[in-house]
């Protein structure tokens, strides 16, 4: 088995050139990444549903704009919460991944997290990656693979966080953020 230098707290950036539906202009937080594969959530695919119409309990304490997103196309009835615990202690409840940024066990009682979250997304699914199968992804051109911040969990403008972390890249990529959604009307 080869080794494999994790990409755990990164995130990946759809290119123009990626022909999945499932990921045109997606931003992805990979959540773990080891020589078994990778699991990430969509940062950018909210949906109509209130978190309050699914987790009831949870709606009080899920930021702005309060709806679960679409974390990816596998799983979409499993539900993951993300969320952003400043400090180096987080409560019983959640587990550090990469940062400030951690999973949230949807199943403790939301008192528990609740004075310590800087933010929580919940998600309905998300987007898996066997063995090697990412790396291929990777050498094939379909990612940009960027660094995250703690804001990008919680970005009050989701549908525009695709064009947002390029255009702050310090490099060539931040010229991919004025790529055109079609480009042959241009």
């Not at 230098?5 to 992805?28: H, I, M, Y």
């Amino acid at each position: 088995m080869t080794e494999v230098s994790s990409l755990t707290g990164r995130l990946l950036v759809a290119t123009p050139a990626l022909a999945d539906p499932n990921f045109d202009r997606a931003v992805v937080l990979l959540l773990d990444h080891d020589d078994e594969g990778s699991l990430g959530v969509v940062l950018n695919r909210p949906t109509p549903v209130g978190v309050g119409d699914v987790l009831e309990p949870w709606a009080a304490l899920a930021g702005e704009p309060g709806v679960v997103f679409q974390g990816g196309p596998v799983s979409l009835d499993a539900a993951l919460g993300v969320a952003v615990i400043p400090g180096d202690e987080g409560p019983l409840g959640w587990r550090r991944v990469y940062g400030a940024i951690g999973l949230v066990d949807l199943e403790a009682p939301p008192e528990l997290l609740g004075s310590a979250l800087g933010s929580l997304r919940i998600f309905a699914g998300y987007a898996g990656w066997g063995p090697g199968q990412l790396e291929t992804e990777l050498r094939e051109g379909a990612w940009y693979v960027v660094e995250s911040e703690p804001g990008d969990v919680s970005s009050p403008r989701p549908e525009k966080l695709w064009r947002a972390v390029l255009r702050r890249q310090r490099n060539e990529l931040a010229m991919f953020a004025t790529y055109p959604d079609d480009p042959s009307l241009n």
